[in-house]
């Protein structure tokens, strides 16, 4: 075991992955035990070699451990791999066992794609001691739930959070979906200001800005994203030639360019705002012993 330790310890400080591998099946072949097994598929897991490290995992939860580690990153793993239903058993039982923001943003991520929408809204709040897009992901499942009071409540939370604040489009996404135009028009126009000159973006704006039926700046937003989309046309040969570009990344940018202003142009044709979906499989160091991370779970294994 203090072999063990000592490879947590130098993974987290230097990141030495093979050698701690090594160290890992060397202790598996002197004894088979659930930190080393666990440890070495959290390791896997980093270099995303899911199924390996799957296997190792499903080795850990057949010692039935008694922290909520080893069930964890086995819920987290059959994520990875598209075993969703093997996934939801695990991490359900590793909610059980201790709250985990991390557990509780995969289970939401399960339970939103179930269309069990409250249930998913409630996860994703608890997430967001750790995850920074929680709320904005329970404010989408409040509304996909026509819950449209609670996803209200949280949407403030969200404008309130200056230390975490998502992003003035984000927001105005939310506002947009709300039906609240005005609101909604004034956040985009703070980020079309800032930092978002995406055509997607864009065009939800002037989409926006269609529903309050605001001529004037609709040609000023949709006149400013041409010429400036129309200038990058123009200089694409240029900056092609700077950064080494293919003829095929040349077609792709020239594309891509060509889509944006054309998206533009008919934004006033879309239906309303649709989130894009941005969810994603959380994680975080499993290891145990780690002495970034750990918080005593390896201990309570050893004690066992």
Same mark, same amino acid.
């Given at each position: 075991?203090?072999?063990?330790?000592?490879?947590?310890?130098?993974?987290?400080?230097?990141?030495?992955?093979?050698?701690?591998?090594?160290i890992l099946l060397a202790?598996?072949?002197?004894?088979?035990?659930?930190?080393?097994?666990?440890?070495?598929?959290?390791?896997?897991?980093?270099?995303? $070699?899911? +199924?390996?490290?799957?296997?190792?995992? $499903?080795?850990?939860?057949?010692?039935?451990?008694?922290?909520?580690?080893?069930?964890?990153?086995?819920?987290?793993?059959?994520?990875?791999?598209?075993?969703?239903?093997?996934?939801?058993?695990?991490?359900?039982?590793?909610?059980?066992?201790?709250?985990?923001?991390?557990?509780?943003?995969?289970?939401?991520?399960?339970?939103?794609?179930?269309?069990?929408?409250?249930?998913?809204?409630?996860?994703?709040i608890h997430s967001y001691?750790?995850?920074?897009?929680?709320?904005?992901?329970?404010?989408?499942?409040?509304?996909?739930?026509?819950?449209?009071?609670?996803?209200?409540?949280?949407?403030?939370?969200?404008?309130?959070?200056?230390?975490?604040?998502?992003?003035?489009?984000?927001?105005?996404?939310?506002?947009?979906?709300?039906?609240?135009?005005?609101?909604?028009?004034?956040?985009?126009?703070?980020?079309?200001?800032?930092?978002?000159?995406?055509?997607?973006w864009i065009e939800d704006?002037?989409?926006?800005?269609?529903?309050?039926?605001?001529?004037?700046?609709? +040609?000023?937003?949709?006149?400013?994203?041409?010429?400036?989309? +129309?200038?990058?046309?123009?200089?694409?040969?240029?900056?092609?030639?700077?950064?080494?570009?293919?003829?095929?990344?040349?077609?792709?940018?020239?594309?891509?360019?060509?889509?944006?202003?054309?998206?533009?142009?008919?934004?006033?044709?879309?239906?309303?705002?649709?989130?894009?979906? $941005?969810?994603?499989?959380?994680?975080?160091?499993?290891?145990?012993?780690?002495?970034?991370?750990?918080?005593?779970?390896?201990?309570?294994?050893?004690?066992?």
């Amino acid at each position: 075991m203090k072999k063990i330790r000592e490879a947590a310890k130098r993974l987290a400080i230097d990141g030495q992955h093979e050698q701690v591998q090594s160290i890992l099946l060397a202790s598996l072949s002197q004894e088979k035990t659930i930190i080393a097994y666990h440890n070495l598929a959290d390791l896997l897991k980093e270099d995303e $070699r899911f +199924n390996e490290a799957l296997y190792y995992a $499903r080795k850990a939860v057949a010692m039935q451990p008694q922290t909520y580690y080893p069930y964890a990153l086995l819920g987290e793993l059959y994520m990875q791999t598209g075993q969703i239903e093997e996934a939801q058993q695990w991490l359900e039982y590793a909610y059980t066992l201790y709250e985990s923001p991390v557990v509780a943003h995969n289970l939401a991520y399960i339970y939103k794609r179930q269309r069990r929408f409250s249930e998913a809204a409630s996860y994703f709040i608890h997430s967001y001691e750790t995850e920074d897009y929680g709320l904005q992901y329970a404010v989408e499942c409040f509304i996909l739930a026509d819950d449209l009071a609670d996803a209200q409540q949280w949407v403030e939370v969200i404008r309130r959070d200056k230390e975490r604040f998502i992003g003035a489009v984000e927001l105005a996404e939310l506002y947009a979906r709300l039906g609240q135009y005005a609101e909604a028009a004034k956040w985009y126009r703070e980020g079309y200001d800032s930092y978002a000159h995406n055509g997607e973006w864009i065009e939800d704006y002037v989409w926006v800005l269609h529903q309050l039926e605001d001529k004037e700046q609709i +040609n000023a937003v949709r006149t400013a994203f041409i010429e400036e989309m +129309n200038a990058e046309l123009a200089n694409l040969s240029e900056e092609a030639q700077a950064y080494e570009w293919t003829a095929e990344e040349i077609q792709q940018e020239e594309c891509r360019l060509k889509a944006s202003i054309e998206r533009v142009k008919a934004a006033h044709l879309q239906l309303g705002i649709v989130s894009e979906s $941005r969810l994603y499989i959380a994680s975080r160091c499993f290891t145990f012993f780690c002495p970034m991370h750990d918080q005593g779970f390896g201990e309570q294994e050893v004690d066992v």
